[in-house]
């Protein structure tokens, strides 16, 4: 566990295109917290339709797409962005946790 926070960290401090953050413990109502998904905004759209959000749900055996909560998980995702930890105090997060739970020796 240490070795892969360590990596987050790095990627947080090597790449341009990457950004970890960490939200804070005790936060666990936070809707965003539920369960995984991924929010996928789409700036250009084919055949000049409107541009189009659509949110990945991961569950345990299957995942869908679905389009018509958009709006809820943008909003969720602008709270945890608001609540989330800077990238700089993410990667000093992410450090500590390491070395708290995997020192290197």
């Given at each position: 566990m240490g070795n892969q926070l360590r990596h987050l960290a790095k990627l947080n401090e090597l790449s341009n295109k990457i950004t970890v953050r960490v939200a804070p413990f005790g936060i666990s109502t936070n809707p965003g917290l539920a369960s995984?998904?991924?929010f996928y905004q789409l700036?250009?759209?084919l055949a000049d339709a409107p541009a189009k959000s659509v949110v990945?749900?991961?569950h345990?055996?299957?995942g869908p797409f679905v389009h018509d909560q958009a709006d809820h998980y943008l909003r969720t995702m602008s709270e945890l962005a608001r609540i989330a930890l800077s990238p700089k105090?993410?990667?000093r997060a992410l450090r500590t946790f390491a070395d708290k739970h995997d020192p290197l020796i």
């Open positions: 995984p998904w991924t700036h250009k759209s990945y749900i991961n345990l055996t299957a105090e993410s990667t």
